[in-house]
């Protein structure tokens, strides 16, 4: 099932949560909506749900418009943060409970239900907690159980809002894997909001990055985190170091200092900013041309990485460098000691950005 949302715009008071966004989704695709608080995700996706109306613009299933179709009508499986499970009843119960309130045309019958439950938590690899109630379940268990009770419908578009949120980060990190298998098994269109650079990166087929109610870029996760379109989607793609710099005749110069100045009236140098991800620093005890002095600050070791927090004369902000191990070892670099610092790639944009 495709979804293409045209031109679609919702506004809360004076508030423009949507602002006239474009986006096609395609038939079997995981596609994560990724973005900070009040970037609009969320909003966007209660509107493919039928959960909210927009104020103008279109949405549609397979080339049909089905903006004004009753949430009940679009044939939409939802998965909630919270887990939203009834307390009183059995996992069970839970997952046929979407199955059971269907009009007596549409309903399955008893031994339908009951076969279609069974399926869908052996899905889940939850089969033995059928008996069982929310309480007596851990949280990511019910949440699994509550991506059952999605599916039991059998959606045509699967939805959800910040699914492993509420989690504690092992068991995101467990359940992620698990939502991409499964998602490699069902194939149903699936729309997650999450806020997770890194879940996003890990789970999605697309990634459609939201910022202030509009998108500022989408595309594979490799196409995001590789080719970020604009500073925005550099910065709130992971932790990034940014760098004064200086482009003249096509070279960047980052950290310019005064000694950069234009070699004639001709050479005309633009300002700009570089952008350098913690592991595309080399650290050194030499300097080299192109090499910036810092002053080592802080370091932490988390695991197989190190990383370091130093400090340069000609900028207040930390500059955060990634090293395995082994190189930090090699380097015998310790706190209060200097350190030259040499990008290994930059990406630049123009203009006055720090």
Same mark, same amino acid.
């Given at each position: 099932?495709?979804?293409?949302?045209?031109?679609?715009?919702?506004?809360?008071?004076?508030?423009?949560?949507?602002?006239?966004?474009?986006?096609?989704?395609?038939?079997?695709?995981?596609? #994560?909506?990724?973005?900070?608080?009040?970037?609009?995700?969320?909003?966007?996706?209660?509107?493919?749900?039928?959960?909210?109306?927009?104020?103008?613009?279109?949405?549609?299933?397979?080339?049909? %418009?089905?903006?004004?179709? $009753?949430?009940?009508?679009?044939?939409?499986?939802? /998965?909630?943060?919270?887990?939203?499970?009834?307390?009183?009843?059995?996992?069970?119960?839970? /997952? #046929?409970?979407?199955?059971?309130?269907?009009?007596?045309?549409?309903?399955?019958?008893? #031994?339908?239900?009951?076969?279609?439950? $069974? =399926?869908?938590?052996?899905?889940?690899?939850?089969?033995?907690?059928?008996? =069982?109630?929310?309480?007596?379940?851990? !949280? !990511?268990?019910?949440?699994?159980?509550?991506?059952?009770?999605?599916?039991?419908?059998?959606?045509?578009?699967?939805?959800? +809002?910040?699914?492993?949120?509420?989690?504690?980060?092992?068991?995101?990190?467990?359940?992620?894997?698990?939502?991409? =298998?499964?998602?490699?098994?069902?194939? /149903?269109?699936?729309?997650?909001?999450?806020?997770?650079?890194?879940?996003?990166?890990?789970?999605?087929?697309?990634?459609?990055?939201?910022?202030?109610?509009?998108?500022?870029?989408?595309?594979?996760? @490799?196409? /995001?985190?590789?080719?970020?379109?604009?500073?925005?989607?550099? @910065?709130?793609?992971?932790?990034?170091?940014?760098? $004064?710099?200086?482009? =003249?005749? !096509? %070279?960047?110069?980052?950290?310019?200092?005064?000694? +950069?100045?234009?070699?004639?009236?001709?050479?005309?140098?633009?300002? !700009?900013?570089?952008?350098?991800?913690?592991?595309?620093? %080399?650290?050194?005890?030499?300097?080299?041309?192109?090499?910036?002095?810092?002053?080592?600050?802080?370091?932490?070791?988390?695991?197989?990485?190190?990383?370091? @927090?130093?400090?340069?004369?000609?900028? %207040?902000?930390?500059? $955060?460098?990634?090293?395995?191990?082994?190189?930090?070892?090699?380097?015998?670099?310790?706190?209060?000691?200097?350190?030259?610092?040499?990008?290994?790639?930059?990406?630049?944009?123009?203009?006055?950005?720090?």
């Amino acid at each position: 099932m495709s979804i293409q949302i045209e031109q679609v715009q919702k506004n809360f008071a004076d508030f423009v949560a949507v602002d006239k966004v474009n986006l096609s989704i395609q038939s079997g695709e995981l596609t #994560a909506l990724l973005g900070p608080s009040g970037s609009g995700k969320t909003t966007l996706l209660r509107l493919i749900a039928g959960l909210e109306q927009a104020d103008a613009g279109r949405i549609l299933f397979h080339g049909e %418009d089905i903006s004004h179709q $009753h949430v009940s009508e679009r044939g939409v499986g939802f /998965v909630f943060q919270h887990y939203a499970l009834f307390k009183n009843m059995t996992v069970f119960d839970n /997952v #046929a409970f979407g199955l059971t309130v269907k009009p007596r045309k549409q309903r399955p019958s008893p #031994a339908e239900i009951k076969k279609r439950v $069974h =399926r869908l938590l052996e899905l889940v690899q939850l089969d033995w907690t059928a008996d =069982r109630y929310p309480s007596q379940l851990s !949280g !990511g268990q019910r949440q699994r159980i509550a991506l059952a009770r999605a599916l039991a419908v059998e959606p045509k578009v699967l939805l959800l +809002d910040e699914p492993f949120g509420a989690l504690d980060a092992k068991v995101r990190a467990e359940l992620r894997r698990w939502l991409r =298998r499964l998602h490699d098994e069902i194939h /149903v269109t699936s729309v997650f909001v999450t806020h997770d650079q890194e879940e996003a990166l890990e789970v999605a087929d697309r990634i459609v990055v939201m910022n202030k109610g509009r998108i500022e870029q989408q595309g594979t996760p @490799e196409e /995001v985190y590789d080719n970020p379109a604009n500073p925005f989607v550099y @910065e709130f793609l992971g932790t990034v170091n940014l760098f $004064h710099a200086r482009v =003249r005749q !096509g %070279d960047t110069l980052i950290n310019p200092t005064a000694a +950069d100045s234009p070699a004639s009236a001709d050479d005309v140098t633009l300002p !700009g900013f570089a952008y350098v991800r913690p592991h595309e620093i %080399d650290v050194s005890h030499q300097a080299a041309n192109d090499s910036i002095a810092a002053k080592l600050e802080l370091v932490t070791v988390v695991g197989p990485t190190v990383r370091l @927090e130093l400090q340069t004369a000609q900028s %207040d902000r930390v500059v $955060h460098v990634e090293l395995n191990k082994e190189q930090f070892k090699k380097l015998g670099l310790a706190v209060g000691q200097q350190a030259y610092l040499t990008p290994r790639y930059s990406r630049v944009f123009l203009g006055e950005g720090i």
